[in-house]
Protein backbone atom coordinates (compact mmCIF):
# COMPACT_ATOMS: atom_id res chain seq x y z
CA UNK A 1 0.00 0.00 0.00
CA UNK A 2 1.39 3.72 -1.47
CA UNK A 3 -0.41 5.33 1.69
CA UNK A 4 0.77 3.00 4.60
CA UNK A 5 4.57 3.82 3.61
CA UNK A 6 3.96 7.38 3.52
CA UNK A 7 2.33 7.47 6.88
CA UNK A 8 5.13 5.09 7.98
CA UNK A 9 7.90 7.64 6.73
CA UNK A 10 5.60 10.20 8.54
CA UNK A 11 5.52 8.46 11.72
CA UNK A 12 9.44 7.93 11.17
CA UNK A 13 10.14 11.52 10.93
CA UNK A 14 7.92 12.83 13.34
CA UNK A 15 9.66 10.51 15.91
CA UNK A 16 13.11 11.77 14.89
CA UNK A 17 11.65 15.36 15.47
CA UNK A 18 10.90 14.75 18.92
CA UNK A 19 14.02 13.55 19.49
CA UNK A 20 15.53 16.64 18.55
CA UNK A 21 13.05 18.82 20.28
CA UNK A 22 13.79 16.59 23.62
CA UNK A 23 17.42 17.15 23.12
CA UNK A 24 17.07 20.86 22.41
CA UNK A 25 15.06 21.20 25.46
CA UNK A 26 17.18 19.51 28.02
CA UNK A 27 20.14 21.74 26.23
CA UNK A 28 18.03 24.63 27.21
CA UNK A 29 17.69 23.42 30.52
CA UNK A 30 21.12 22.80 31.35
CA UNK A 31 21.69 26.66 30.23
CA UNK A 32 19.25 27.53 32.79
CA UNK A 33 17.01 29.14 29.92
CA UNK A 34 14.02 27.88 30.74
CA UNK A 35 11.63 29.90 28.22
CA UNK A 36 13.75 28.31 25.64
CA UNK A 37 13.45 24.74 27.57
CA UNK A 38 9.49 25.62 27.41
CA UNK A 39 9.15 26.25 23.93
CA UNK A 40 10.81 22.77 22.91
CA UNK A 41 8.84 20.72 25.54
CA UNK A 42 5.54 22.29 24.11
CA UNK A 43 6.55 21.44 20.51
CA UNK A 44 8.12 17.74 21.85
CA UNK A 45 4.37 17.50 23.19
CA UNK A 46 2.65 18.67 19.63
CA UNK A 47 4.65 16.25 17.96
CA UNK A 48 3.96 12.95 20.54
CA UNK A 49 0.51 13.90 19.63
CA UNK A 50 0.83 13.82 16.17
CA UNK A 51 3.08 10.29 16.18
CA UNK A 52 -0.67 8.92 18.02
CA UNK A 53 -2.55 9.87 15.40
CA UNK A 54 -0.30 8.42 12.60
CA UNK A 55 0.25 5.22 14.37
CA UNK A 56 -3.30 4.75 14.63
CA UNK A 57 -3.54 5.74 11.15
CA UNK A 58 -0.42 3.13 10.61
CA UNK A 59 -2.59 0.23 12.68
CA UNK A 60 -6.04 1.11 10.86
CA UNK A 61 -4.51 1.09 7.02
CA UNK A 62 -2.88 -2.23 7.93
CA UNK A 63 -5.59 -3.90 9.58
CA UNK A 64 -4.07 -3.87 12.87
CA UNK A 65 -0.84 -3.83 14.64
CA UNK A 66 1.61 -5.70 12.70
CA UNK A 67 2.94 -2.96 11.28
CA UNK A 68 4.37 -1.38 13.92
CA UNK A 69 6.96 -3.00 15.75
CA UNK A 70 7.12 -3.77 19.80
CA UNK A 71 8.24 -0.48 21.09
CA UNK A 72 5.88 1.51 18.70
CA UNK A 73 2.88 -0.94 19.73
CA UNK A 74 4.03 0.10 23.70
CA UNK A 75 4.24 3.79 23.28
CA UNK A 76 0.74 3.74 21.16
CA UNK A 77 -0.38 1.86 24.27
CA UNK A 78 1.18 4.44 26.64
CA UNK A 79 -0.39 7.54 24.44
CA UNK A 80 -3.41 6.49 24.43
CA UNK A 81 -4.46 5.77 27.97
CA UNK A 82 -1.60 8.04 29.82
CA UNK A 83 -2.62 9.57 32.93
CA UNK A 84 0.00 12.47 32.36
CA UNK A 85 -1.54 15.60 34.27
CA UNK A 86 0.70 18.71 32.85
CA UNK A 87 2.50 20.18 36.17
CA UNK A 88 1.45 24.07 36.82
CA UNK A 89 3.70 26.35 35.68
CA UNK A 90 6.25 27.81 38.22
Not at 5 to 28: C, I, N
Amino acid sequence: MHTLSHLQEALHQKEQALLQYVRYMREAQDSQNEEIAALYADLAKAEEKHIAVIRDQVAQNSGGMEALNKYQQVNQYSSQHSTYQNSPEQ
